[in-house]
Each structure stands twice: as structure tokens, then as C-alpha cells.
């Protein structure tokens, strides 16, 4: 009988129901696409996140140099000896520690590998490889002047008068690179246990002591370098063993730790220190613990990290994360509203036929519950309508919305520009500290996603039903008898 009777109205008032079930359709479509579209935004800010520090590391250490412990940068190079200076090249290539980074020996982290709050460590070394070319300046012949060419064969100017003519220097060229020394020990923690291996392979633990190198996509495209080529690095020849990608965090290079620090001469030596907290809930306690072992350090945490993102994936999620949640709710709220008043509108147009009901023994509790189950059906079908809006709403967004940009630091070794003790080297090399990625939004409508869109749609059902069905309690079976329809 009740179900018969809640088919019977319904298909009465087939064009009431459509109206309640699609207002209520709008707010949980909205809701569903808002949340994904958060979902994937905080996706997209965790791969930009991991690209940086790995996906197993969670925090990482640095220490700026002390002033004045890290002199100026110099490349002193001479002319070489001959019968003919003037058509004399010189070359130099030199691996140099990040500008303005201060090292740590290996015992500092095996100490914070050793805190309670810490899964692992593992220590990395930054790099920068600059290798400068060129020939020596020439004198112009005809002049009395007695100019010289200083180190490097840049030319100061002579005695000799308006007569001399200036020395003409060819062009210099400078040629520069990042290299990444890996810790092989904990192949879990650092910035390589993200990447994708496109070509070759990874690092294995037996190649702590190779002459081994992975390189970043986008540099061995550039250089023309693949698996099993060679590259040289201040001298020394390297065997490519594979090329990664998702290497965003700014390094062209990784090497095994131990060929690193003999590259730049610093034995036992790293510039940062990967950890990997014991669970999520553990990072903050990690860090509390890493800050007292090293209390002149920096350490960073993701969510430190993420707040120096920037860009217009920042803006996005902001814009999903306060403007477009409160949107959602206020029109969910709306709907919830607007399938009420239908609900009530609807009993009291109805005041005739449960005043009858009434009169005929129906007992109030009767009529609430037949109330409220036409609600509900008006609800799970706004829930159903609402989830494929929200599907329509998200592929509508993955499909239209432009590559957002994230601007972030070029990782742990992004301090490598004028530091407290760094050299000559500034603003080139602090500029690029800083560099935009593009990222691409992948939004997706998950199970929870969908069961909390339909529990949303039987709530508003319900509250709409609830509403109704306490207009329709206080109907007294006399009113039937007032009422001519």
C-alpha cells in the first residue's frame, strides 16, 4: 500500500518532483565537481612537491654558509706559454659546492637517522659544474700602448695614450650545469625516489663507487646524450646508465655520492640531508627533533615547501580551497532550501486529501512517513542526477582547464645564489634558483566522492521531508471539510 500510494503521487506530480530532484541535482554536481577539482589541484601541488624532495622525503636540512667561509668565486686562468700568445685558448672546467651552502661530514646524518621520529637519512650533495672557454685577448698592432691582458684574458687598459689601440677580445664562453651527488644508502629518501626511469635504468647499490650517471630528460635531449654515452665532468668520464624524468627539482646530473664529493673535493662532505619521518603524523616531531641535533640549520618540511609554491597552481588552489568549497555550500544550502519550501508548498496544497486520510484512520505518524518516502525518492534521484553532473562538471574541467604553472625553488639546494659566503656568482645564479614548471590539472571523482554526494542528496531529501511532513501533522481531518478544491 505505501509504496503503491508513493508511486501514484509521484507520477502525479511527476513535474513537482523533477523540479526538487534537480534543484537538489545543481548543488550536489557542484559539490561533487568542486571536490574533485580540489582533489586533483592538491594532487597536482603533491607531484610538484615530490619532484622536489622525493616522494619518501618528507623533510630536509641545509645550513647557510657563515660569512666570509666561502670567498670569492675564482677561476684563474693564465696565459699559456708559446711564441704565439695572442692565438693561445685557454679552458678550464671546475665542480664547485652550492654558493652559500654549508656542508655536513656523514656523521651528522647518521645522528639524525638515529632520532626516534625518523625512519631514514640520507645525505646529497650540491653541485654546480662551470666550465669556461675562450682565447686571450689581441693587441692591435700599430700602437704604443701597453695594455695587458689580465687572468683569464681580460684586458686592462695600457699607458700608452689615445695612440694605443685597445686589445679585441673574442668571445668567452661559460657553460653550466647542476650535478645531484646521490646517497645509493637509502635509495627510498632523495631526489631521485621520484622520478620515472625513461631510458636505462636507476642506480643500484652496486654503483656507489662507479663512474655511473643518470641524467634529467630534458638535459641529455639537449647535450645529445643517451644510455651508455659518456659524459665528462672536470675531466673525469662518466658511463650514462639511464635517463629519468620528473626530475624537476632543477639537477641535469646525478652521480653516486662518493664520485661527487671527490669532484669537488670534499670527502665525507654533504649539503643536504633527506629524512623520512616514521609515519605522517610523525614530520613535525621529526623536524622538532632534527632542529635541536642541528639548531642552525634549516629544515624544511612539505608543508613549509608548499607555501613556497607559487604560480597559478597556488592561485588555483586557493581559489578550490575557499571560494569554490563556500560556493558549494551555498548552493547546496540553496537547494536544500528550495526542495523544502517545494515540500511544503506541496502538503499544503494537499490539505484536502490527508484530512480525508485522516478522517478515514490514518494515524499522523501514517502520512509523516508518506511524506517523507516521497522525499526520499526525490532525494536519491537529485543524488543520482548530481553525480553525473559532477562527472560532466569534471571532465569538462580535465578537458578545458588550461596547464597551470608552479614557480618553487629549485629544491634544497636553492639557497645557491649570493649567499652569506658566496662568491662573485649573483643574480644569474640566484635567478636560477627559482623555476616554473607546468602541471596539469587531473581531476577525478572518487567512491568516497560519490557516497558522500548521494548521503548529501537523501539528507536534503530528508530535511525537505522532514519540513513537510510537520505541516502535514498539524492538519486536523475538519480542514478537509473547510477546503473546496
Given at each position: 500500500m505505501f509504496l503503491?500510494?508513493?508511486?501514484r503521487e509521484l507520477r502525479r506530480r511527476r513535474r513537482q518532483a523533477i523540479v526538487v530532484a534537480l534543484g537538489l541535482a545543481l548543488g550536489i554536481g557542484l559539490t561533487v565537481t568542486v571536490t574533485a577539482l580540489s582533489a586533483g589541484v592538491q594532487a597536482a601541488q603533491q607531484s610538484v612537491l615530490h619532484s622536489l624532495y622525493g616522494v619518501g622525503t618528507d623533510i630536509s636540512v641545509t645550513q647557510q654558509a657563515t660569512r666570509g667561509s666561502g670567498?670569492?668565486?675564482?677561476?684563474?686562468?693564465?696565459?699559456q706559454r708559446g711564441s704565439d700568445q695572442s692565438r693561445k685558448s685557454f679552458s678550464t672546467d671546475r665542480v664547485t659546492a652550492g654558493i652559500g651552502l654549508q656542508s655536513f661530514d656523514a656523521a651528522t646524518v647518521a645522528k639524525v637517522a638515529r632520532q626516534p621520529h625518523v625512519s631514514a637519512a640520507a645525505g646529497g650533495l650540491s653541485l654546480t659544474d662551470v666550465k669556461v672557454d675562450g682565447k686571450f685577448a689581441q693587441q692591435q698592432s700599430?700602437?704604443?700602448g701597453t695594455g695587458r691582458g689580465g687572468p683569464g684574458g681580460f684586458a686592462r687598459g695600457g699607458s700608452g695614450g689615445a695612440s694605443g689601440a685597445a686589445p679585441s677580445q673574442p668571445p668567452i664562453n661559460v657553460d653550466t650545469y647542476s650535478i645531484a651527488g646521490v646517497d645509493l644508502s637509502a635509495p627510498g629518501v632523495g631526489p631521485l625516489s621520484s622520478v620515472r626511469v625513461t631510458a636505462g635504468r636507476s642506480f643500484a647499490s652496486s654503483d656507489a663507487k662507479g663512474k655511473v650517471a643518470v641524467l634529467a630528460s630534458g638535459f641529455a635531449k639537449q647535450r645529445g646524450l643517451a644510455k651508455g654515452k659518456t659524459l665528462t665532468v672536470a675531466g673525469t668520464k662518466f658511463t650514462v646508465v639511464?635517463?629519468?624524468s620528473g626530475a624537476d627539482q632543477g639537477s641535469d646530473v646525478y652521480l653516486p655520492l662518493a664520485a661527487a664529493q671527490g669532484l669537488a673535493n670534499l670527502p665525507g662532505k654533504v649539503t643536504t640531508i633527506y629524512v623520512k619521518a616514521t609515519s605522517a603524523s610523525a614530520v613535525d616531531a621529526a623536524g622538532g627533533e632534527v632542529r635541536k641535533v642541528l639548531p642552525k640549520a634549516t629544515v624544511t618540511s612539505s608543508s613549509d615547501l608548499a607555501g613556497e609554491v607559487s604560480g597559478s597552481l597556488s592561485?588555483?588552489?586557493?581559489?578550490?580551497?575557499?571560494?569554490g568549497r563556500w560556493l558549494a555550500v551555498v548552493v547546496l544550502i540553496a537547494a536544500f532550501v528550495t526542495a523544502a519550501l517545494f515540500t511544503v508548498s506541496a502538503v499544503s496544497r494537499r490539505i484536502r486529501e490527508f484530512g480525508t486520510l485522516k478522517a478515514l484512520g490514518w494515524r499522523t505518524r501514517r502520512i509523516v512517513g508518506q511524506v517523507l518516502g516521497e522525499a526520499l525518492v526525490q532525494g536519491v534521484l537529485g543524488g543520482v542526477l548530481g553525480v553525473a553532473l559532477g562527472f560532466l562538471g569534471t571532465y569538462l574541467v580535465n578537458r578545458l582547464a588550461p596547464a597551470l604553472t608552479a614557480t618553487m625553488p629549485s629544491g634544497p639546494a636553492g639557497g645557491a645564489g649570493a649567499g652569506p659566503g658566496g662568491g662573485r656568482f649573483g643574480g644569474g645564479f640566484a635567478r636560477a634558483a627559482q623555476h616554473t614548471v607546468e602541471v596539469h590539472l587531473a581531476a577525478s571523482v572518487t567512491i568516497g566522492t560519490v557516497v558522500l554526494a548521494v548521503a548529501l542528496a537523501v539528507a536534503g531529501g530528508l530535511i525537505a521531508g522532514g519540513f513537510g511532513g510537520w505541516r502535514a501533522a498539524r492538519l486536523r481531518p475538519a480542514d478537509a471539510l473547510r477546503r473546496v478544491d
Open positions: 503503491t500510494y508513493l508511486r670567498g670569492p668565486q675564482r677561476f684563474d686562468v693564465q696565459r700599430g700602437g704604443q639511464g635517463v629519468v592561485g588555483a588552489a586557493s581559489l578550490a580551497g575557499n571560494l
